[in-house]
């Protein structure tokens, strides 16, 4: 019995670094991955959310981020996203807001820290 929950927790492990450090290369539209904070965000994606995970390096904030692919998204799509990160050529902002859950930075007051973003082009 004890072997199999070692194993099961072991490929849990492994499941979620998988997930943590997968490329954001060849992402369909709308995709989202879940990487490292320090992991630096492509162009064509934005930050959606911000947490914090064993699996990544420990730090005293969040550390881990997951990013949305907006490239191939249709004209007049819209998305929530942190202020992380630039919005895309062709994606403008249409509301600045706060979100608990684009807290990036220790400290973070109550100043917006989120965008609806617009797809124009």
Do not use: H
């Not at 064509?44 to 730090?59: L, P, Q, Y």
């Not at 990160?85 to 007051?109: D, H, L, M």
Request: aromatic letters at 8%.
């Amino acid at each position: 019995m004890r072997r199999l929950r070692t194993a099961g927790l072991a490929l849990l492990g492994a499941t979620l670094f998988a997930s943590v450090a997968a490329s954001p290369a060849q992402a369909a539209p709308g995709e989202t991955r879940t990487v490292c904070a320090d992991t630096m965000t492509p162009d064509g994606w934005v930050d959606v959310n911000w947490g914090t995970s064993a699996s990544c390096r420990a730090t005293a904030g969040p550390n881990i981020k997951m990013m949305k692919q907006l490239d191939g998204l249709p004209v007049g799509t819209q998305v929530n996203a942190c202020a992380t990160a630039f919005p895309p050529k062709g994606w403008t902002r249409v509301q600045t807001y706060y979100s608990g859950g684009c807290v990036a930075f220790i400290n973070s007051s109550f100043t917006p820290n989120a965008w609806l973003l617009q797809r124009v082009s």
